[in-house]
């Protein structure tokens, strides 16, 4: 797929050989990706010779691990676009993002009677935070339904939406499709009402350039481990007039002003939402990943994982027992369908060949039920994959219709 396949980025990635030290074709990076020599190296020295806590050291090696800490920050600032440092939130992940906002946000805004608006596709860490708080406050949760080619319906969307409508929150990119999401629109048709809008940026952030200020979103979520980076560490991004209005998340060391068995003042955000000692190797982890993605840059990624996917997409139509779910332009993600074949064997099978895919409902067993089957296999595309990979999920589907005759 021209000149990205050159850059032979596979030897960057340990975690593409198998035990044996054999070429495996990993194709679940929409799970959790593999991770770069860089990302490993940053996370060792971190635990290594540049270990200390932050923020409260008073010796040199803790006072330079609270600069990259916040240097880190920076950098997140500056990957999604956003106008300050101080609007960046560490996490341990998308979930914990969304759940910090549906608590602090939705949990002191909402009202009964209010509504929530959702779409059909959404990853269930992105429902069922929405579903608790709604029920706390006796609000509604409604649901935009897709396209026929599985994209969120924004026409519908645009039709459906009420005054009541206080939150709105949808994935920019589908974990099961890939269907891309246009958020400006999104965003403009939930601004009209005065909701806000929720971006669940877990399988974005890794795919195409992200700008959030361009996006006009109100609040971003998205997960280090799918963006190369270490697992236990994400970012919520929200614009700093909303995440001042917002009470803290829990409440520890960090967080406040001045403790008093009286009365607590809190500190401002961010750090009023990190309460505890953060994960502070995770942090750096994020930012060696970020550094790593920009070198090649967000375009060339998105344009070679959609390349791949097409390639994947017409290959397996080919075969005339496969369903491929979703739009022709998915951004690497591909859920599909063997006819009279469970997914779980499909994705033994190709386990079998050397090739790594999920098969499942993907935490979104709405989307499932929508189209119609309990569970899909799903195969998803990283920066490091190639046509390699699509030749061999191909040839493995071929031997799973053999072995079934
Ligand atoms: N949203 C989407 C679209 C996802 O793909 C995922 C991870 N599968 C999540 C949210 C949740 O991310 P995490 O488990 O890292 O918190």
Known sequence: VGTFDRLDLRHDFPGLLDGNGVDWHYLDSAATA????????????????????????VYERSANMTLAYEAARRTVAHFIGAASDSEIVYVRGATEGINLVAQCWAGEQLKAGDRILLSMLEHHSNIVPWQMVAEKAGAQVDVVPLTA???????AMAAMITPQH?????????NVLGSVLDVRRAADIAHSVGAKILIDGCQAVPRLAVDVQGLDCDFYVFSAHKLYGPTGIGVLWARQELLDAMPPYQGGGSMIDKVTFERTTYAPAP????????HIVGVVGLSAAIDYVQAIGLDAIHAHE????????????KLNSVRVFGPEDSAGILSFEVE?????????ILDETGVAIRAGHHCAQPLMRHLGVEATARASFGLYSDEGDVDALVKGIERVRKIFG
Request: net charge neutral; glycine share 10%; charged share 25%.
């Open 166 to 174: 206080k939150m709105v929150a949808l994935a920019h990119v589908s």
């Open 271 to 278: 750090t009023r939402f990190e309460a505890g000692t953060p």
């Open 306 to 317: 959609c390349a791949l996917a097409g390639k994947a997409r017409s290959a397996l139509e």
């Open 149 to 155: 080619d599985g994209k969120i319906d924004l026409d």
């Open 34 to 57: 593999q991770k770069p020599q860089a990302v490993i190296d940053a996370i060792a020295r971190a635990y290594g010779v540049d270990y200390a806590t932050v923020h409260r050291g």
């Open 340 to 348: 009279g074949v469970h997914p779980h064997d499909v994705g033994t």
